[in-house]
């Protein structure tokens, strides 16, 4: 095996405690162990933070805020700053990769490349922004002399609650954006997957950002996450995860009206058009539900095959799909990792019960590997409906539930595809630029994608409907972390 993940195994083993004011606490001393899914064996453990944690934390990032070392520091040396950080993640890329492989299950080559290749491009994203985050010189209709214009200031102290399917990612890209936008953070990393954010604690010290600018309170949702949600010193709460927990995020959040941001579940729809270029799609379409094992937000759950190419298309999904090999991360050639926990697995394992008791008709998959670890076979069903959870509901695992479509009727087509609380991505197949842009228009979903997909920071994302609340990537990403200030100015 690759000696990377012993030297990963060791970072994570040594890796504990909150981190405040530029320190390592211990805390209360209590702790939550972390396990490797695909070995269900413990890993290293996170100390279990609660209010004490989270007040020292927001304290500290309150005093980093305000202190003229980061309130004064001049925008060219926050972009440094960033691309200082980002260059040490790249420096360490095969380390963290390895660490998100052993505590989050992805397989190796998809966690250098989506996890902290995303990772590095989106702090290099958001380092551009700092000296650029301009507002608007304004034309000015009352009486007298006036010169109008606005500001983009930062909000304060950001909490950052991260979910456990892409961790480094999410973390980094809340963190960069953040930081961009002048802000101070405290970061709740997910307690199924949080070792790369501690690491990211290290090297945010490493690149030189002053004490308490970023902070990282580890623990449990219920104790740590809340606390850091209840608590009067946070100014702007930036959530990704459950849309029930995004819920009941808001609602704890009114009080003192924080500003919250919330990336959340989805159901989006994959639809291949019949004159698409089929050799592109089908490799896609699969990955597009598949890949994490199924654990993405926008991940294309549900597939619309036009019936003129329904039966080749499934055929060649099939053949695609049973070619994946699921398996350890850490092995070569491996394409699907496990799941994140038992609980999530058998939550997955129990939607196959339900789409087999509502009449839709397993092709491939359907089966869990023997253990250890939480693998569930990529599953595909046929002649599902809209009445069945498998098509509803978010899964959050290799499931995917394929209708057809008939012809040319592009209104009935977006209102199935948008018959769903989620919106967050649409993905559409066709070599017809009409039939392109009109699904563009016609998909209520924060992100449409036609003939292909990736992860581009410049542009925005974020969901429609239930999908969420706000935007992150993009200006709109970094103007999430910002109030907007008036001043006129009579002479
Ligand atoms: P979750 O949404 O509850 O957890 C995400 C993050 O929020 C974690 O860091 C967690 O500690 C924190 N959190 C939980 N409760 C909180 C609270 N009351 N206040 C503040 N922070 C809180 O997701 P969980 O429980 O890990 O998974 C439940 C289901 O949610 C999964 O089975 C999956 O289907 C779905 N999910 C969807 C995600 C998405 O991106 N769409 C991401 C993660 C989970
Ligand atoms: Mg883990």
Redesign the pocket.
Known sequence: MNPIFDTARARIAALSGHFINGAWHKGSGATIPVLDPATETAIGAIAAGGADEVDQAVRAARRAFDAPSWSAMPAAERERLLLRLADLVEENRDELAAMETIDNGMPYGVSRMMAVGSAISAIRYHAGWPRRLTGETVPMSVPGNWHGYTTHEALGVAAL?????APFAITCTKVSAALAAGCTVVL?????APMSGLRLAELVAQAGFPEGVVNVVT????E???A??AHPGIDKIS????????K??LH?SVGDLKRVSL????KSASIVFPDADLTRAIPAVAMGIFGNSG???AAGSRLFLHEAIFDRFIEGLVAFTQNLRVGPGTQDGVALGPL?SG??RD?VMGYIEAGRAEGATLITGGDAPSGPGYFVNPTIFVDADPSMSIVRE???GPILSVMKFADDDLDDLAARANDSIYGLSAYVWTANLGHAHAMAKKLRSGSVKINGSGMEFALPFGGFRQSGLGREHGRHGVEAFTEVKSVMVGW
Do not use: D, M, Y
Request: aromatic share 6%; glycine share 16%; net charge negative.
């Open positions: 609650i991260v979910p456990w399917n709740k990393p997910a307690e199924l623990g449990t949702g219920a740590a996450g809340a850091l949600v959530f990704t995860g459950s849309t029930a927990t995004g009941a995020i704890q990336e959340l579940g989805g654990q993405v937000c994140i609980p999530q939550k978010e899964i959050f």
